[in-house]
């Protein structure tokens, strides 16, 4: 018998045996990848929770938002199973008709909203990155830790209840009469504001005068602002106010308030203002007063106005005012409220 080619078939037979344990060693590899992708999706990140990254809301702060609706948002309920007992934090999770989300299951369905969201929810509209998002749970450590958790993922308006739910449960019961709701006040005239201005003009400012416009970036673009006004849309505020001052500075362009300042709320909603000022109240800062007619000088220099509307919905278009400046009445005005100017 002749053999020929012995060499060339063994180099074929090595060569095919190494494709064959390549093939293997790459399914192998790419079976664990498939596996650590969904291990991967359900696990919670690691968070560190070294450094605020959402907003504290107090007890009376959180009820106004509730009653009054000044942001959308949306509530969620995060505390485990176990600690749904059916005691008072049960029964006013139930009454606020929270959205409920076990610990284990929140990364996987932000992560995942748009595929699971509306599956298990489908009465709640699925949360976008600026989604007001409130977390609570019965003494706000696993709310602490689920608002930081979304705030990794790239939720930028996160909030907890200070203290939890069992720090709300007390102030319950003012809803039934409208004890907790925002105080009767009026805001500040149109001609208290011109004045204040013009003051600031021609002191360089020895009052230390903030104006800042709490409104849509819509509203701020559309209908035009106060002179000198700096900008924070109300629904940053919870979490910019646990800023530093350099973050403060590097997201807003302008420096924090502090309680030495006299603060100067612009809104269109009445609602949104006294949450902002409950919100400032509760970071020292007291010195705060709200205009929110919505009436501004147009870019002709006459006074206009325009109704509230809703993030949305058509703009309004702006009618003139033909208000008279009252330099007596917004004297008189300032002086009640505290505001010494020199006339």
């Known amino acids: 018998m002749h053999v020929t080619n012995v060499g060339g078939s063994l180099t074929t037979a090595v060569c095919l045996s190494l494709i064959a344990w390549s093939v293997r060693v790459l399914r192998s590899a790419k079976h664990r990848d498939r596996a650590r992708q969904r291990t991967t999706a359900n696990a919670t990140p690691t968070v560190k929770l070294n450094k605020q990254t959402y907003g504290v809301l ?30 008072a934090v049960s029964k006013l999770s139930e009454r606020l008709n929270v959205t409920h989300i076990l610990p284990e299951e929140l990364a996987n369905l932000l992560r995942n909203r748009s595929m699971l969201w509306a599956k298990k929810f489908p009465n709640v509209p699925v949360p976008s990155l600026k989604t007001t998002l409130i977390f609570v749970s019965t003494h706000g450590h696993s709310s602490s830790h689920a608002a930081a958790l979304a705030t990794s993922l790239g939720f930028t308006r996160c909030s907890v209840v200070d203290g939890g739910l069992a720090a709300a449960v007390p102030l319950a019961h003012f809803e039934e009469n409208d004890a907790i709701s925002p105080a009767k006040e009026g805001s500040m005239s149109l001609d208290a504001v011109s004045l204040l201005m013009e003051t600031v003009r021609d002191d360089g400012n020895l009052l230390g005068l903030v104006i800042l416009d709490i409104r849509r970036f819509d509203e701020r673009a559309l209908y035009g602002t106060l002179e000198g006004s700096t900008h924070v849309p109300v629904d940053q505020l919870p979490k910019a106010l646990g800023m530093t001052e350099e973050e403060w500075v590097r997201m ?92």
């Open 58 to 87: 107090s007890a009376k702060a959180f009820w106004m938002l509730v009653q009054t609706n000044p942001v959308p948002y949306v509530l969620l309920d995060v505390r485990p199973a176990s600690k749904e007992d059916g005691g």
């Open 252 to 343: 807003f362009r302008f420096h924090k308030p502090t309680a030495d300042n006299l603060i100067l709320l612009h809104s269109r909603s009445a609602s949104a203002a006294a949450w902002a000022k409950q919100l400032l109240s509760d970071s020292g800062l007291h010195n705060c007063h709200s205009y929110v007619d919505g009436a501004y000088a147009g870019p002709d220099g006459n006074v206009q106005s325009y109704d509230a509307y809703e993030e949305g919905e058509a703009p309004p278009e702006p009618v003139p005012v033909g208000q008279v400046f009252n330099r007596m009445n917004a004297e008189r005005e300032l002086l009640d409220l505290r505001i010494h100017i020199n006339v």
